[in-house]
């Protein structure tokens, strides 16, 4: 097993006491990230010496480049994945139920078992929990600190409502199975896994396993239709006026400004954008009940 750590959570006392003790239950290897691009180079490195399983050590953003590097090789050379989180909101690990203690996180990732999960590819990009475009990633940085303690999770949506009523929203349409949605977007996710921005719960049906992206889509509304709104957001369906939610294998968006789009936190920006899923694309260590398989 070897562990690709994040630079800046090297030093941390907890991190190198785990791994130590993983190391009692078996050979545990660690590869720590200087710079941009290490990643691809420690991947690279680990397939082609036959390393058999790979811990991501960080966050969102560096789960997100590993299952990047991944997705650049065939199916058959790519090593099976464990995480171990360290960042701040760790969405997709937390939502994966994959503990959050370094010690046995690591323990999971030894002796845990891998299953086929998907991953969704972005143009030429990957991600393996959400996408997030237009107004959605600003909601995060300006969610005051306080209001976001008090409410929870449900500060973001909130706050986002109220400054969406001041938004200019993205004029696009979105092509997908089902057909077509067009007109103006304010927030839209594109979810393999159910949360983000902290804890945010964005795609509740999302499952990791089924080969399906959740879309929501928040579309412009007036704001005498406040309470319509929010009851779309606990309730979304395909039929609603302002809160379109669906499950296809593909989406794409096109729009005639570029949109700001979010890949599990990594920034993108494209007038267009397909969004296609890659069932079973990667082997994940998952502990045995995790509430994101079918």
């Not at 089902?178 to 839209?188: Q, Y």
């Amino acid at each position: 097993m070897r562990i690709l750590l994040n630079g800046k959570k090297a030093g941390l006392e907890p991190v190198r006491q785990a791994i130590l003790a993983a190391r009692q239950e078996g050979p545990v290897e660690v590869r720590v990230t200087w710079e941009g691009g290490d990643i691809d180079r420690l991947v690279a490195e680990a397939i082609d010496q036959g390393c058999a399983r790979l811990v991501a050590g960080g966050g969102d953003g560096t789960v997100n480049e590993v299952v990047s590097a991944l997705m650049a090789y065939p199916e058959a050379q790519r090593p099976e994945l464990a995480l171990l989180p360290l960042g701040t909101a760790n969405d997709f690990a937390t939502a994966c139920q994959i503990p959050t203690e370094p010690g046995a996180a690591l323990a999971l990732a030894q002796r845990g078992q891998a299953v086929p999960v998907d991953a969704v590819q972005a143009n030429a990009r990957h991600f393996i929990n959400m996408a997030t475009g237009g107004f959605g990633a600003q909601i995060t940085a300006t969610t005051p600190i306080a209001l976001k303690n008090f409410l929870g999770g449900g500060a973001y949506t909130l706050n986002g409502l109220l400054q969406a009523l001041r938004f200019e929203p993205y004029q696009g349409t979105l092509e997908t199975p089902m057909g077509r949605l067009e007109g103006a977007t304010i927030v839209g996710a594109i979810g393999n896994g159910p949360q983000a921005g902290g804890g945010q719960v964005l795609c509740p049906q999302a499952k990791i396993d089924d080969g399906l992206l959740e879309v929501v889509a928040l579309m412009a509304f007036p704001p005498n239709e406040l309470d319509r709104v929010l009851q779309g957001i606990r309730q979304p369906s395909a039929d609603h006026p302002y809160v379109k939610a669906f499950r296809v294998p593909w989406a794409e968006y096109r729009g005639a400004d570029p949109m700001p789009i979010n890949l599990d936190g990594e920034p993108m920006r494209a007038p267009s954008i397909r969004f296609q899923c890659h069932p079973g694309a990667i082997r994940l260590v998952l502990p045995r009940g995790c509430p994101l398989l079918s």
